[in-house]
């Protein structure tokens, strides 16, 4: 049994003034996180890869752990759409040529 309550536009309305009022508290969270709460989790990276995820991040304008976050859910989302990660196709291309 789902019990999840739709937010009417007005509260909608008052979790954005919420999100605008504590962004600089919590720069993480955001209005949509009324509707669908966000749970944290941890992740061990090697020094190289959390580097890299920072220079990422910075270059992208966002924060580390939202770069981290929307890279999962376009994972999950190419899983259940049957697409092909691009590192798969980048090297089944180098294989193509190599082969050529």
Same mark, same amino acid.
């Given at each position: 049994m789902n019990m999840k309550k739709e937010l009417t536009p007005q509260q909608l309305v %008052?979790?954005?003034a919420l999100y605008e009022k504590y962004q600089d508290v919590a720069p993480d969270v955001h209005a949509s996180a009324y509707v669908n709460p966000m749970v944290t989790t941890s992740l061990r990276? /090697?020094?190289e890869t959390h580097k890299a995820v920072q220079a990422a991040a910075q270059q992208s304008g966002m924060r580390p752990t939202a770069l981290i976050r929307a890279w @999962?859910?376009?994972g999950l989302a190419? %899983? =259940?759409a =049957?697409?092909?990660p691009v590192a798969e196709l980048e090297e089944? @291309? /180098?294989r193509h040529r190599a082969a050529s």
């Open positions: %008052q979790a954005d990276l /090697s020094a @999962i859910e376009e190419a %899983q =259940g =049957g697409t092909i089944l @291309i /180098s």
